[in-house]
């Protein structure tokens, strides 16, 4: 690793040159790599990879073999090592962290182009130095816990300066932080910086070190371990950043799920070799591996010496074709350490048939009609003249992508419907989703009329054929003429309306659904709409269609926004674009739910009530004479 990769360049003349405190820096700034965790080799300060001069410092992480840790003697690191260091995060800037045994020790090594010094909260450094380069000059303050390294102006290249640190023997938590820079004496010139003066300016890391008195490492943590569920074998590692989350829990027929591991202790390290064990329910057949590759298992259970770093296991189905919902539950020396529920679907075992629509004549089953229709009924602008979900053998919607079998027409088809199709084809096994559907269409003959089909599923991994019900695909012409009807001949003020618009062809026929209804006007006083479909009392929406049957209701309250006027009222419909014959003309009575009795309502109660009198006369005429 060379430290010529990295360069930051100070343009620095004599220090009596330099005015008003200001230090030119020019710099390219370089994304910074992992640190690397407690145990493993160290990192190179000089590598591009692993930080940014003056506003990165490492810590060396290579166990000691000795009973002291060692300062690097190169650029490299090499030969740096630390005793007692239990852990240390993934960062080299001003928020690391690390956690270290009371009394223990490492190397703090940086890449700069300033004096520097390395400052601590609590422990003692000893040992700082120029790792390349000479001419330093070293000081330390009276307790030990700052190191500062002077050299005589800046250094392009830039240089490495490191030092060691003794950890407290009191248990809590201490910062250890970089200054680099030089010092604004008050005539505002840059001089060196000096214990008895002032240290460099610019904080350029730190990191908070906890001292603890035993280490917590070589247990499994939940909290620093992470475990997922992939479509294929992969290297797992676990991030406090970002957190393992599942790619899919359901898989297609015939094909496998896989879980990623990663188990670590608390300080982020790897657990010793144990016990992997892992089970599933249901007859899963699983398969454990330190390999992203693994072959199908061939029991419910798999057993696995390892420690746990980014592993796999490889989920089958014990019966091909067979749908499975299982639970795989991974242990390591007896504790759980991850459980998933994954489904595989199973083959092709149903095919339902829904949203039906009726197509126009003369048409094949290809025909790019249908998408309005298919808009309002699935939420998918898709052409179609119907859908089919496929399910198996469990009730589960199993994805019918064209990778894994072929639809055909297996019924019905003759001069009526000519032809018999699956035009777009689903994406998803979720049955919440619309995007379920695989899209159909039927092609029609010259005349109206309706037949009953259906349609067939070919698996082409085994052959299996699977078709559908019978469903009836009717034809007819588009619209030429329309009738509109009300729910009711009398509505009270505050009633809901069901207004039903009939469309028909030019033979009678109920219209087919395949051509939006057109621009149209509504007028029917005291009545306000309330359907999606009509956004004013004057319009019904022009691009919707009828259902299949040729016609469309609108809902409407009555007299609920204007105060009512009883009576008797005729609305006017009119359906303009395409022009459909003549307007619709309703009529309906209007009940404001008040008294509403007329003059000739009383008139007709007193004819009423004389003929009633005179009847009880009579009758009293006829008994007294009888006497």
Known sequence: MSKTT???????????????????????????????????????????????????????????TTTTAAVPTAAAGTAGTQKGLLSKDSTSGTAQTATILAGGQVAFYAEVTTAAAFTATGGSFDSAELLVGTGETVAYNSSNTTALITFAGATSPATIVATRWTAPTTLGTYTVSLLTGYYTNSSGVLVQPSLTTSL?????????????????????????????????????????????????????????AYIQYDLNDTYQADLPTGNITVTSTNGALVNASTATSLVAGTNTTAILSSDGTSENVRISQPTAGVPLTTTVTISYNGTTVCTKTVTIRGEVAKLTIGNIASQALSTVSTVATGKQWMYQKTGLAIDGQFTVVATDSAGNVVNTSTGFGSYAAASGLGTQITSLSVNTRSSSND?????????????????????????????????????????????????????????????????????????????????????????????????????????????????????????????????TTTAAVAGTYTGVVSFTAPALGVNATPTYKLSTGGDTTTNADVLKSIVALIASINKQIQALQKLILKR
């Not at 100070?10 to 200001?22: C, D, E, R, Y």
């Not at 991030?239 to 790619?247: F, I």
């Open 6 to 64: 990295l360069r930051k360049r100070i343009a620095l003349t004599a220090t009596t040159a330099l005015f008003a405190g200001m230090l030119t820096v020019a710099t390219a700034p370089v994304a910074s790599a992992s640190h690397p965790t407690a145990g493993t080799a160290v990192a190179a300060a000089s590598d591009a990879g692993n930080g940014t001069v003056n506003a990165s410092m490492f810590t060396t992480t290579e166990a000691s």
């Open 200 to 256: 460099p300016t610019t904080l350029s890391a730190a990191i908070l070190v906890t001292v603890v008195a035993a280490s917590a490492g070589g247990t499994y943590s939940a909290t620093r371990s992470a475990c997922k569920v992939e479509t294929a074998g992969g290297t797992l590692t676990y991030s406090s950043s970002s957190p393992a989350t599942d790619t899919t829990t359901v898989f297609e027929n015939g094909t496998s």
């Open 431 to 559: 049955g919440t989703s619309p995007l379920a559907y695989n899209f159909g269409g039927f092609g029609c003959g010259a005349t109206a009329g309706e037949a009953s089909v259906s349609i067939r599923f070919t698996d082409t991994s085994t052959g299996k054929i699977t078709t559908s019900a019978p469903f009836t695909a009717r034809c007819a012409d588009t619209a030429s003429t329309y009738t509109v009807s009300l729910d009711k001949a009398a509505y009270n003020q505050g009633d809901i309306a069901k207004a039903t618009v009939r469309f028909l062809d030019s033979k009678g026929n109920k219209a087919n659904n395949q051509v939006a209804i057109g621009a149209n006007s509504w007028v029917l006083p005291y009545m306000t709409a309330v359907d999606s479909t009509i956004t004013t009392t004057t319009g019904a929406s022009a691009t919707s269609v009828t259902e299949a049957n040729g016609e469309v209701v609108y809902t409407f309250t009555v007299g």
